[in-house]
């Protein structure tokens, strides 16, 4: 079946400085890859989305690109806001509108 | 637009009890997710519905969890004989039915149970 990596069960850092979080996958379908953010005691939120190959994708400060030929799709920001800490999911689907399947969460703790 | 609404927030049951999770989802969304969260498996797809029809269950423990979902505006996740293993946050997701954001899961706030 569908499953997600997710490296880094926490990652802290300090603000200004760049992050990256790892997520790779496997799936024997056609591929729609996502990062959800959850704040603190609220829902998940969708954050970027991308289901073309080698194509960059940007929201709110972050990217990501899809890689299908390592089966990746990091999530990297520049420069760390102390608003960025957060549970990040990494989240696969073999088709729209279908259940996703998420990696473990990658919590982010961003310190001034 | 409230978003999606989950009732209640809190609900706490004692061991063999039944609990029972609502969902209201977003207005003119077509398809219904139910998810389970926890600290050590994370986030973890139960089932879901496409136009109140049931698509997709692998994700639902065989006993003691069923889903229902009567008409459009709700959708039911009912527990019977609660275990304190199925206490998690149950997290409720809509989706809508066409356009640049058919395949964007639109979360609820969750219903954290507890189950002594």
């Known amino acids: 079946g569908d499953s997600v990596t997710q490296t880094e069960g926490l990652v802290t850092l300090t603000e200004g400085l760049p992050v990256m979080l790892n997520c790779t996958y496997q799936t024997a379908y056609s591929t729609f890859l996502f990062w959800y953010v959850q704040h603190l005691n609220e829902a998940p939120k969708l954050l970027l989305k991308s289901s073309t190959d080698n194509k960059r994708t940007e929201h709110q400060g972050f990217h990501a690109t899809l890689h299908k030929s390592s089966s990746s799709f990091h999530l990297q920001k520049s420069s760390a806001q102390l608003s960025d800490s957060a549970l990040y999911y990494c989240a696969l689907s073999g088709n729209y509108a279908q259940g996703l399947t998420f990696g473990l969460g990658t919590r982010v703790s961003v310190f001034p | 637009n409230a978003g999606v609404i989950q009732t209640p927030r809190h609900k706490v049951t004692g061991k063999g009890q039944e609990a029972t999770l609502w969902c209201e989802p977003i207005s003119g969304h077509s398809a219904v997710f139910w998810y389970r969260q926890t600290i050590v498996q994370g986030l973890e797809f139960l089932t879901y519905f496409r136009n109140q029809a049931p698509i997709d269950d692998s994700g639902m423990p065989k006993e003691r969890f069923s889903a229902q979902m009567p008409n459009q505006s709700h959708s039911t996740l009912k527990i019977q004989s609660t275990q304190p293993q199925d206490s998690a946050v149950y997290l409720c997701?809509?989706?809508?039915?066409?356009?640049?954001?058919?395949?964007?899961?639109?979360f609820g706030p969750g219903t954290r149970l507890l189950v002594l």
């Open positions: 997701a809509s989706s809508p039915p066409g356009g640049v954001n058919q395949d964007t899961q639109y």
